[in-house]
């Protein structure tokens, strides 16, 4: 087993992820990255609907002597991945994977290490800047700039669940749960509603400075459910959410450029 040494923080530490039948053939390969981390976490949850837990090939099942944790859970599509944790740990550091990804053995630290340790702060590897048109609206999903390295203002980095992203208690608003209000406004788009509430929250964004080799597994998103999100795919989730609770920045562009 690979050594790796305590995080060090006053609260449980969690590294919270889904997956579904169609990446189980890879499933394996990320989560030994997740339990292999150079900082241990308390614990690795794997959260599966029911249909999808009758199917886990023995692969996945084995690392349960590795400590990863297998529960079932109602199918919320991307959302599994964070929801029934926020609902069961509500005071725990959550750190969210995707399911696809390898991640490096320092990924987890580095998220720790960025972290100021305020439950306001959210912590990502990876983000676009939110970005409004010169009238104050929200500027097309496509337009943002993606992937950036810098923000001057926090308020404006947009985690991307791929990269992993920590959240500490109460850094989201107390509805994110609310399993109906998301599946009608962004049933696809949990990085949109996870945005939002994080703003309604108060909280505001970190971007973690080193940047990560994610190397996505071949064919993993060819087989994904949750795709279909580019360009207007996201656009037609932003405006509902916009509708529903009002821009999460001030309508000013600000120093965006």
């Not at 023995?58 to 990863?68: C, I």
């Not at 104050?136 to 985690?159: C, Q």
């Not at 505001?204 to 990560?212: A, D, G, I, K, P």
Request: hydrophobic share 40%.
């Amino acid at each position: 087993m690979v050594p790796h040494r305590p995080h060090g923080r006053d609260r449980t530490l969690i590294i919270t992820l889904t997956s579904y039948a169609a990446r189980f053939p890879t499933l394996h390969l990320t989560l030994r990255c997740l339990l292999t981390q150079s900082v241990r976490p308390d614990r690795v949850i794997l959260w599966l609907g029911p249909d999808d837990l009758r199917q886990l090939p023995g692969s996945v099942r084995a690392l349960e002597a590795e400590g990863l944790e297998i529960r079932e859970t109602e199918d919320l599509r991307s959302y599994t991945k964070i929801i029934p944790a926020l609902k069961e740990f509500p005071e725990a550091v959550l750190v969210t994977a995707d399911d696809d990804v390898h991640y490096e053995r320092h990924w987890l630290r580095a998220l720790l290490t960025a972290w100021s340790g305020e439950t306001d702060q959210i912590v990502c590897h990876r983000a676009h800047r939110f970005t409004l048109r010169e009238d104050g609206t929200v500027a097309p999903y496509e337009s943002w700039p993606h992937d950036i390295r810098n923000e001057p203002r926090p308020d404006l980095i947009f985690p991307t669940g791929v990269g992993g992203v920590l959240y500490p208690p109460g850094a989201l608003a107390p509805e994110v749960t609310d399993a109906a209000r998301f599946l009608e406004l962004a049933p696809r788009a949990d990085d949109l509603w996870l945005y939002w509430m994080g703003r309604r929250a108060g909280s505001h964004y970190r971007l973690v400075t080193h940047r990560q080799k994610l190397v996505v597994w071949p064919n993993s998103q060819a087989r994904s459910l949750y795709a279909g999100n580019a360009q207007a795919g996201n656009d037609i989730q932003i405006a509902p959410l916009v509708a529903c609770y009002g821009l999460p920045v001030p309508a000013t562009r600000g120093p965006q450029d």
